[in-house]
């Protein structure tokens, strides 16, 4: 079975700055796919970013980019020009389609407070 | 634009009652998932179905139990309530096992 892991369990940045939150995976499989979901104080799970591991390049959806490094298993998500309304915990998560259960296994999590 | 429907958003039970969580949705989606949500903790899948009549454990079934009559429902039955089941409930759905999932509002709730 996968594992996820986030080593960062807060971090915070100045409103307008650059954070990226860490996320390291693992699974012998070849074929899977990485998410990062945020969720904010309305408890609400918001699909932020989504990436194929046959893909080579990197995810991008507007200020949210990562940096997947498929040999180191490494899955960091980046947000650019930090705004209030980007605070909430982060969720990586993993899914591995031939593995039978279609579980996406998430992370412990990371709390981002943007600080105006 | 429902999406995922939760029903309730809060409850409380006595230890030993039962209660079952509904969860509806209307994006016509085959697969469904049930997570529990402990603090300082990822989801943990305790069931999922990939398609009406179809279900399967995931990583936390013990104590519950799921049936997946239509597309659209999937409620997850508590039976015998234990302080171990505080937790905040979601229910989850996808189009494939493997694409965006789409969350329902969860559900917190405590046993006492």
């Known amino acids: 079975a996968q594992t996820v892991t986030q080593s960062q369990p807060e971090m915070s940045v100045q409103e307008a700055e650059t954070v990226t939150l860490s996320c390291t995976y693992d699974?012998?499989?070849?074929?899977?796919?990485l998410f990062w979901y945020k969720q904010p104080p309305s408890r609400q799970m918001i699909l932020v970013i989504r990436?194929?591991?046959?893909?080579?390049q990197n995810a991008t959806e507007n200020r949210f980019s990562v940096n997947f490094q498929k040999a180191a298993k490494s899955f960091s998500l980046k947000i650019s020009d930090s705004q209030l309304g980007d605070t909430a915990m982060y969720f990586c998560?993993?899914?591995?389609?031939?593995?039978?259960?279609?579980?996406?296994?998430f992370g412990k999590g990371t709390k981002l407070s943007v600080i105006p | 634009n429902a999406g995922v429907t939760q029903t309730p958003k809060f409850r409380i039970l006595k230890i030993g009652q039962s209660m079952t969580l509904q969860c509806t949705q209307d994006?016509?989606?085959?697969?469904m998932y049930w997570y529990r949500q402990d603090p300082g903790m990822g989801l943990k899948l305790i069931y999922y179905?990939?398609?009406?009549?179809?279900?399967d454990k995931g990583e936390v079934p013990n104590g519950y139990n799921v049936s997946r009559s239509t597309t659209e429902d999937f409620p997850l039955r508590l039976e015998l309530a234990a302080p171990s089941q505080t937790s905040v409930y979601f229910c989850?759905?996808?189009?494939?096992?493997?694409?965006?999932?789409?969350f329902g509002q969860g559900t917190r709730l405590t046993v006492v």
């Open positions: 990436q194929e591991a046959y893909k080579q």
């Open positions: 998560a993993c899914i591995v389609p031939g593995a039978g259960s279609y579980q996406l296994t």
């Open positions: 699974t012998s499989e070849n074929n899977y796919y």
């Open positions: 989850a759905s996808s189009y494939l096992g493997w694409t965006e999932a789409f």
């Open positions: 179905s990939v398609g009406a009549g179809i279900t």
């Open positions: 994006m016509n989606h085959n697969y």
